[in-house]
């Protein structure tokens, strides 16, 4: 039996993955950010500038990674069969937000080793790029190069 899915679940997987994401990022980091305000960090107050000047730059590695990693697995996309399109792109769009996603997760350690609460300010910025790789009709339409044909398939509602 060959199980038929819905082109609209297409775009709600995307999202649902931006969604876990997001919802993930904010769980560990309020909890990170309550152990050090009880605890303390691991560094006990000490602040390594060199761990941050790390920190920083690895951030913004992955920062500039996963854009551009999305838009060379993109790049050539037009030019493929529909279903090859949304292939490419889901692989892509799963690479943007997992680098999205490393920010936070490199901010979170920050903020355990140093005690600083301006790694918060990271955590939000991977959660904002996260919401802003939200996937729409309008969106892929524009960076797949969709025809009128296949945005008709994709906003079918069977």
């Known amino acids: 039996m060959k199980i038929k899915h819905k082109m ?3 775009i709600k ?4 993955l931006n969604l876990r994401c997001m919802l993930i990022s904010v769980i560990i980091a309020s909890l990170i950010s309550l152990g050090v305000y009880f605890w303390g960090s691991i560094a006990g107050g000490r602040t390594n500038v060199d761990l941050s000047l790390v ?3 690895l951030i913004m590695l992955f920062l500039f990674r996963g854009r551009k990693l999305f838009n060379n ?3 050539g996309v037009k030019n493929l069969a529909f ?4 292939n490419v792109y889901q692989k892509a769009h799963k690479d943007r937000v997992s680098s999205f996603n490393a920010i936070n ?11 600083e609460y301006m790694y918060l300010i990271f955590v939000v910025l991977g959660i904002f790029l996260i919401a802003a790789s939200w996937v729409t009709t309008i969106k892929l339409k524009i960076e797949l190069g969709l025809n009128e044909e296949e945005l008709a398939k994709l906003s079918k509602k069977e």
């Open 83 to 86: 279903g090859e399109k949304l």
């Open 105 to 115: 997760i490199i901010a979170s350690i920050g903020l355990i080793i140093t005690g």
């Open 55 to 57: 920190a920083m730059l």
């Open 73 to 75: 697995k993109i790049k």
């Open 8 to 10: 609209n679940d297409y």
């Open 13 to 16: 997987n995307l999202n649902g």
